[in-house]
């Protein structure tokens, strides 16, 4: 490893100026036999520029050196290789456009979504759902312990829906940290997850982490969704939506707009058929009065 650094500062502080083209550059590889490209400044400086400008042509040949060359000259190969795939990534997340609200419009009027238990999804929940769809198609796919992997690998293909798939699935699962590859995508995150949450049965697994994080993180769209939520059939997802309501706006999470329409939404609740969730919202809303 050492070696590998030495010689990568040296080929970057030292060649910089003399930089030749990629063309070049894989004309310089060329030349030598299989298994015999020598560990040079000129080498190094060439296998450098190949990931640093090359397109995707020079990729079979960097991963030959990888695989048939010395341990210093596949150091070089991979840390090239490792550039190519990251300039690729960025290349294809910053082409990624995501649904507008005329793209969400026009699928609404062809789709009627519904929750996990087949129930009447609102305005404000369907919203969410067509986006999220939009992003990802009609399926999520099966969890990969590999995910990040994999995703990475979608990603260099230019594969952009199959890595997000990865990606939340891992989020479905309980990996969080893969909130932040989605959201490299320019996606609106918090529409995302409340699609993402929206389509989890309360019972999920990940349903009230997925909840925390958009309590810790949402703004008024959180709140309208879980409105809609606290009207929902079940008891149980009802009285999950008022508290985390309630949670948003002790943490002073919401303008005063935001707080508002929430607290409209405990004080109807007080008329809740269910004695739990009418308990529930009554006290919520004598703590919220304390503070």
Same mark, same amino acid.
């Given at each position: %490893?050492?070696?590998?650094?030495?010689?990568?500062?040296?080929?970057?502080?030292?060649?910089?100026?003399?930089?030749?083209?990629?063309?070049?550059?894989?004309?310089?590889?060329?030349?030598?036999?299989?298994?015999?490209?020598?560990?040079?400044?000129?080498?190094?400086?060439?296998?450098?520029?190949?990931?640093?400008?090359?397109?995707?042509?020079?990729?079979?040949?960097?991963?030959?050196?990888?695989?048939?060359?010395?341990?210093?000259?596949?150091?070089?190969?991979?840390?090239?290789?490792?550039?190519?795939?990251?300039?690729?990534?960025?290349?294809?997340?910053?082409?990624?456009?995501?649904?507008?609200?005329?793209?969400?419009?026009?699928?609404?009027?062809?789709?009627?979504?519904?929750?996990?238990?087949?129930?009447?999804?609102?305005?404000?929940?369907?919203?969410?759902?067509?986006?999220?769809?939009?992003?990802?198609?009609?399926?999520?796919?099966?969890?990969?312990?590999?995910?990040?992997?994999?995703?990475?690998?979608?990603?260099?293909?230019?594969?952009?829906?199959?890595?997000?798939?990865?990606?939340?699935?891992?989020?479905?699962?309980?990996?969080?940290?893969?909130?932040?590859?989605?959201?490299?995508?320019?996606?609106?995150?918090?529409?995302?997850?409340?699609?993402?949450?929206?389509?989890?049965?309360?019972?999920?697994?990940?349903?009230?982490?997925?909840?925390?994080?958009?309590?810790?993180?949402?703004?008024?769209?959180?709140?309208?969704?879980?409105?809609?939520?606290?009207?929902?059939?079940?008891?149980?997802?009802?009285?999950?939506?008022?508290?985390? %309501?309630?949670? %948003?706006?002790?943490?002073?999470?919401?303008?005063?707009?935001?707080?508002?329409?929430?607290?409209?939404?405990?004080?109807?609740?007080?008329?809740?058929?269910?004695?739990?969730?009418?308990?529930?919202?009554?006290?919520?809303?004598?703590?919220?009065?304390?503070?």
């Amino acid at each position: %490893m050492t070696v590998f650094i030495a010689i990568a500062l040296f080929a970057l502080n030292g060649f910089a100026t003399t930089a030749p083209p990629t063309d070049e550059a894989a004309t310089l590889l060329s030349r030598f036999p299989i298994g015999a490209l020598p560990n040079t400044p000129g080498v190094v400086q060439a296998i450098g520029i190949l990931g640093a400008s090359g397109d995707p042509e020079i990729v079979p040949l960097l991963e030959s050196l990888v695989a048939e060359e010395g341990p210093a000259v596949q150091a070089c190969a991979r840390h090239a290789l490792g550039n190519f795939h990251d300039r690729a990534r960025l290349s294809f997340r910053d082409a990624f456009r995501p649904p507008g609200p005329a793209e969400v419009g026009a699928w609404l009027g062809q789709n009627n979504p519904v929750g996990p238990h087949h129930e009447k999804l609102q305005r404000h929940e369907r919203w969410a759902v067509a986006y999220t769809s939009l992003i990802l198609g009609d399926t999520v796919g099966p969890f990969d312990a590999a995910w990040k992997t994999k995703g990475a690998i979608a990603e260099a293909k230019g594969d952009t829906q199959t890595a997000l798939r990865q990606y939340t699935s891992a989020v479905v699962n309980g990996h969080f940290d893969a909130i932040s590859d989605i959201r490299a995508f320019d996606i609106n995150i918090e529409s995302f997850l409340l699609g993402l949450l929206t389509a989890l049965p309360p019972s999920h697994p990940t349903h009230d982490a997925l909840l925390d994080w958009l309590v810790t993180h949402g703004t008024i769209k959180t709140t309208r969704v879980l409105a809609e939520r606290a009207i929902h059939k079940e008891a149980t997802e009802r009285a999950k939506s008022l508290e985390a %309501m309630g949670r %948003m706006i002790q943490a002073g999470k919401l303008n005063p707009r935001g707080e508002s329409f929430a607290r409209r939404r405990l004080e109807l609740s007080l008329e809740d058929p269910n004695d739990d969730v009418r308990i529930f919202a009554q006290t919520t809303l004598l703590e919220l009065s304390e503070h």
